[in-house]
């Protein structure tokens, strides 16, 4: 069972670190995409909680010891990535909203 749920849990990691990806191109744009910067917010916290459940069962499943501490190390460095990305994105928009009054209708 353990083994499905990190197949799983693999290609939710994948969707992830895609989506990684996409936040530092907007990080280093010199327009960040407020629209896209919002909608990739809203997703990673979707896959947060997606991956956190998947996670816990995971975690009930492994039975050896060193197998589950390298199983919680790698979903805490997941979940850091996501946490600094959804940081980042926070302060572009909340510097969008200081300086434009929000996001604008049909922003990229």
Known sequence: ???ALAAKRGAHKAV???K???VKRIIEADEPGLVKA???CQSLKDKLDTIRDLDEQIFVAIEDETEL????INADETTS????ALVRLDNIL???ESTTGGIEE???
């Open 1 to 3: 069972m353990a083994q």
């Open 16 to 18: 992830i670190t895609r």
């Open 20 to 22: 990684l990806e996409e």
């Open 38 to 40: 919002e909608q990739l």
């Open 69 to 72: 501490e390298t199983a919680m």
């Open 81 to 84: 990535l996501i946490y600094e």
């Open 94 to 96: 909340a510097t969008s």
């Open 106 to 108: 049909g922003g990229t």
